[in-house]
Structure formats: C-alpha cells, structure tokens
C-alpha cells in the first residue's frame, strides 16, 4: 500500500507564502503523476496542480503564477510552493498519486482517477 504524507500547512496573511510537502513512500517514478488536490466543506475536490515524473506540469487556471508544484525524485517527495496566497485558498491540501494516467491529460484535475491519498494538510488564509 502506497502512502502519502502532507505538511506545511498553516494560517498566514492575504499575500503570504507556505510551502507544503508530500513524502511518498514509494518512488515518484512509480507513478503516472501526483497532484495536489484542495477542498472546502461541501464542495468537491479540486485540482491544484500535477506534476509528472518527467517534470511536465499542469495547473488550475485559478493558481497559475502564484504555485508552484515540484518533486525531488531521489528522496521520492512532492512540493507546492504557494506565494501571493488568497483567502479563497483557504482548504484543505492533499497530495494524490495515480499509476494510471500521464501528463497531459485532460481529466488530471478529477479526483476519481486517483489511486492514493493522503490524510490533508490545512491551509488559512487570511485577509
């Protein structure tokens, strides 16, 4: 069983920066890609960003230029480097892997293609 395990969350200002992690218990090279993954309360999951082993990367419209997704595939972790954050990026973050799809495809930001998650990291933003 594959595990994932998120951190870095935390509360910070309108305009701040955190930088969460995702340490995966097996190599990335296992994967077709990871993605970050945020939720609200009572609203579905949405995609972040994802990354490929190979480094090829997709991202949320809402999200671009302000994140960052990264991965260290020797040490098998995952990174999203967060800056000019909102109050609306307030959620909660998880990391998700699956085996079957690869960087680019449509449907990355869909949580049912996903095979592994972690347990979340909070994120607060505030104004």
């Known amino acids: 069983q594959v595990q994932l395990v998120e951190s870095g969350g935390g509360s910070v200002q309108s305009g701040g920066s955190l930088r969460l992690s995702c340490a995966a218990s097996?190599?990335?090279?296992?994967?077709?890609?990871i993605t970050w993954f945020r939720q609200v309360p009572w609203q579905e999951r949405e995609g972040v960003a994802s990354?490929?082993?190979?480094?090829?990367?997709s991202y949320a419209e809402s999200v671009k230029g302000r994140f960052t997704i990264s991965q260290d595939n020797a040490n098998n972790m995952l990174y999203l480097q967060m800056n000019s954050l909102k109050p609306e990026d307030t959620a909660m973050y998880y990391c998700?892997?699956?085996?079957?799809?690869?960087?680019?495809?449509?449907?990355?930001?869909?949580?049912?293609?996903?095979?592994?998650w972690g347990q979340g990291t909070q994120v607060t933003v505030s104004s």
């Open positions: 097996a190599s990335t090279y296992t994967y077709g890609c």
């Open positions: 990354i490929n082993s190979d480094g090829t990367t």
């Open positions: 998700a892997a699956t085996r079957g799809y690869r960087l680019p495809f449509s449907g990355w930001d869909r949580s049912g293609r996903y095979d592994f």
